[in-house]
């Protein structure tokens, strides 16, 4: 937590705001839109929520297919599962880890001429990083399929100068306890378009409808964030800058003491943007290294080091058994290699160095 959080908390119980509605919510949609630079916002019980609105509000259905990047988080795709459709994942490229945009534009094209295109997809912003979503997007308009952003990692990153996350048509970020910024639990929902914020807020509130007592049209959910964690976030948005700056310095203290070592490569950082570095991740090489990732992920645990694999991608999920994927070798490469660091954002020098002096230890050392 920052210094502000609990001064906004206390309003919260001093006004007797205790509900998911009321100031804060308010002013934590309003300070994030400016923070990340878009029209609208609706603030939400997780980042989960905010997906689930937005595939709802693009129309995806049962039957339907979304495209969905591969190599991610569960919870980028579940959603689609809630809303009966069917996800089909897409690989990733190497220069960023993310939907590789040559693979998706050939499979638009070829799913174009066959007439089942995908009803949404679904870009993840991995591990603090933009994905390229210029020809993404330039794609995905060819076809008129709206573009939904998986933006929960990447708060705080900028793509051409802008937060990734306000490209589609809608953007999704997540105040889970473990990201950037938190509100223990919490997510937003992001758009241009007023309509569709606005839509989210009534189905995020049980769909009720005008009347005075419970007239009810549709079925909606209880997907409101509370007031009294909208007040954290308020806080927490103050020092989100801080929080990049405390991260990507991880990152650089890493790669500095690690990055000579043969056989050790870390994430890159695409050149069209600037990443927020969340998670310290690189990519372990056994022939040169001289041991593979696991045993690199033992000797720390033997420390009482928390590391972890690089995500599983979804195409190779047991939950997600016999759902398409469109590649998938550079994932499961990533999967097999890839290992993130301790990377929290009041990690001290100390710290960093004992999880440095591990590693250099391992291998060929
Ligand atoms: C954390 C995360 C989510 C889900 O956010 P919650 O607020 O935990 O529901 C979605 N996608 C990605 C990529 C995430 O890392």
């Known amino acids: 937590m920052g210094e502000r959080e609990q001064a906004f908390v206390q309003e919260a119980f001093e006004s007797n705001w205790i509900a998911p509605i009321g100031p804060h919510v308010t002013a934590f949609e309003q300070e994030f839109c400016q923070t990340v630079g878009i029209g609208h916002a609706a603030a939400l019980s997780s980042g989960t929520a905010a997906l689930h609105l937005a595939l709802r509000l693009a129309g995806v259905g049962p039957g339907d297919e979304v495209f969905c990047s591969s190599l991610t988080f569960i919870a980028s795709a579940s959603p689609i599962v809630y809303q009966g459709a069917r996800p089909v994942f897409v690989d990733s490229d190497r220069r960023s880890w993310n939907m590789d945009p040559e693979l998706l534009h050939q499979a638009l094209a070829e799913r174009a001429r066959r007439g089942c295109l995908p009803k949404a997809v679904v870009l993840v912003h991995l591990y603090g990083q933009s ?68 839509e989210a807020r009534f189905l995020a509130t049980q769909a009720r409808d005008p009347a005075p007592h419970y007239q009810h049209s549709e079925v909606g959910y209880n997907y409101r964030l509370s007031n009294v964690l909208a007040g954290i976030g308020r806080g927490q948005l103050q020092v989100l800058a801080d929080r990049v700056e405390a991260r990507r310095h991880n990152f650089a203290a890493y790669a500095a003491a690690l990055g000579d070592r043969p056989g050790l490569t870390f994430m890159p950082e695409a050149e069209y943007g600037r990443s927020s570095r969340w998670l310290s991740c690189l990519t372990i090489d056994a022939e040169q290294f001289g041991c593979d990732r696991e045993a690199v992920r033992l000797a720390l645990e033997a ?8 995500w599983k991608p979804l195409h190779l999920q047991p939950a997600f058994e016999g759902c398409e994927a469109i590649g998938g070798a550079v994932a499961e490469d990533l999967f097999r290699r890839g290992l993130c660091l301790p990377s929290g954002s009041s990690l001290t020098e100390e710290e960093r160095g004992r999880v440095i002096d591990v590693i250099q230890h391992c291998g060929y050392a």
């Open 131 to 198: 994905a390229d979503i210029s020809p993404i997007l330039a794609a995905c308009n060819q076809y008129d399929i709206p573009l939904i952003e998986d933006a929960a990692e990447a708060l705080g990153a900028t793509y051409k100068g802008r937060a990734p996350g306000t490209f589609g048509r809608f953007g999704i970020y997540s105040f889970n306890g473990n990201k950037i910024i938190t509100t223990s639990g919490g997510g937003m929902l992001v758009a241009e378009d007023p309509a569709g914020i606005n």
């Open 303 to 310: 420390h009482n080091i928390e590391s972890r694999p690089v």
